[in-house]
């Protein structure tokens, strides 16, 4: 049986490693602890084909959150061979625990989906919709897996490099 926290609580951090999020997550909740950690959902493809398969990934990997009024189940579960290795972040006042209200803005996070497009080409003319060039225009100079390298116009100085996990904030331009 999980325990559900009360409507307004305090929530302890617990860290762990990076791609054993997910598994934390699973085997607190397998033994009745409400643990929660943002997820989106991505299609990756299956290997050696071309089919694709929709796969869970934690947004901020390492981090899992459990209601302050669970803390003793915390801490007895560090304790199971069975359960990923985590600790509890806490300082020398005890552990840290986050405000449910802030923890509100990662429920949207991961409640929006998550759209991965292909880098834009090489030449391409882009709009930046949002961030610190908002409104500006630029023209793709290279373009891999992991970032797009892009000319601001107005900033003639240097190229900036623009990680294509937040692609979604570029718009591409025709004009």
Same mark, same amino acid.
């Given at each position: ?20 999020? @997910?598994?934390?997550? =699973?085997? #607190? ?5 409400? $643990?929660?950690? *943002? %997820?989106?959902? /991505? ?24 209601p302050s009024v669970q803390e ?24 840290? @625990?986050?405000?449910? =209200?802030? #923890? ?5 996070? $991961?409640?929006? *989906? %998550?759209?991965? /497009? ?58």
């Amino acid at each position: 049986m999980i325990v559900r926290p009360t409507a307004a609580t305090d929530w302890l951090v617990l860290r762990c490693s990076s791609p054993k999020t @997910l598994t934390l997550v =699973r085997a #607190l909740q397998d033994r009745g602890v409400h $643990a929660w950690t *943002p %997820v989106w959902t /991505r299609t990756r493809r299956i290997p050696r084909s071309n089919k694709t398969r929709p796969v869970q990934v934690a947004c901020i990997p390492s981090f899992v959150f459990v209601p302050s009024v669970q803390e003793g189940a915390a801490r007895y579960f560090m304790r199971s061979p069975h359960v990923a290795d985590y600790t509890i972040l806490d300082t020398d006042r005890g552990p840290i @625990l986050i405000p449910d =209200r802030q #923890l509100g803005h990662l429920r949207k996070i $991961a409640d929006k *989906p %998550v759209i991965m /497009r292909p880098p834009p080409e090489v030449g391409r003319q882009l709009r930046f919709v949002s961030g610190p060039f908002e409104g500006h225009h630029g023209r793709v100079l290279k373009s891999c897996k992991k970032e797009v390298v892009v000319t601001v116009e107005g900033f003639p100085c240097r190229p900036v490099e623009i990680a294509t996990s937040i692609l979604f904030e570029i718009a591409a331009y025709d004009g």
